[in-house]
């Protein structure tokens, strides 16, 4: 079955230091991930897509198949980088079902 | 960028009666809605895929006769809860997949809804 892991349920950093929040999924067919952020007060939001390939708020993640992981990196954080960060693997053919990680609160400090 | 709305944001009812929740794609088409739960500092659980015209299809382990799902048009799905008990309450939050959306997983998420059944 498929599974989205979340190791970490809290990373505090310093403003400046890098970040990574880590992620792991299992599926057996070919994988769709994304990240997706949800400040305080706001609904979830999108904050990027592997297929993308994209650079996002400075945030980039990068599918690694052999690892199945899809950690979420920024080389230097911000303090409004602060925010719950989930983890979601699309699956579920046509349906195109999303499961998500348990999520991990990023709190960079000043 | 396309916005999901969910009316009420916030409800209390008392055990036994039933509440309803919308869910509306405000400058979108959404032939997909999808409705999640979320516990307090726990992730959002998948209850149901909903399809325009035509039956939800409900998760294992959600009651579908407890949770009644209606998407009558392509932009407004429905999510009552029926016979409400304490232990429904939650936060439910619905999503919405645009029509001719070519990104897999990419869903627009409403604000959710607080239910608190007394």
């Known amino acids: 079955a498929q599974r989205v892991t979340q190791p970490e349920k809290l990373l505090s950093v310093f403003k400046g230091a890098p970040v990574e929040l880590k992620c792991n999924y299992s599926?057996?067919?070919?994988?769709?991930l994304f990240w997706y952020v949800q400040y305080s007060r706001q609904r979830l939001q999108l904050l990027l897509r592997h297929i993308s390939r994209e650079s996002i708020k400075g945030f980039t993640a990068d599918l690694n198949k052999g690892e199945t992981s899809f950690h979420l990196k920024k080389p230097f954080a911000q303090e409004e980088d602060s925010a719950m960060y989930y983890c979601a693997l699309s699956y579920g053919g046509a349906t195109n079902k999303l499961i998500f990680g348990t999520g991990t609160l990023l709190a960079v400090q000043p | 960028g396309a916005v999901v709305s969910q009316h009420p944001s916030r409800v209390i009812c008392k055990s036994g009666t039933s509440v309803k929740i919308e869910c509306r794609s405000l400058d979108f088409q959404a032939t997909t809605m999808f409705w999640y739960r979320q516990f307090p500092k726990k992730s959002l659980m998948l209850m149901a895929t909903s399809n325009e015209g035509s039956k939800a299809t409900y998760e294992q382990g959600v009651e579908k006769d407890k949770f009644l799902i209606n998407h009558a048009s392509l932009t407004l799905s429905t999510l009552t809860v029926t016979s409400a008990h304490p232990e429904d309450s939650s936060f439910y939050i619905c999503?919405?997949?645009?029509?001719?959306?070519?990104?897999?997983?990419?869903?627009?998420f409403g604000p959710g809804t607080r239910l608190t059944v007394l």
């Open positions: 999503s919405a997949r645009a029509a001719g959306a070519t990104s897999r997983g990419e869903q627009f």
């Open positions: 599926y057996s067919g070919s994988p769709e």
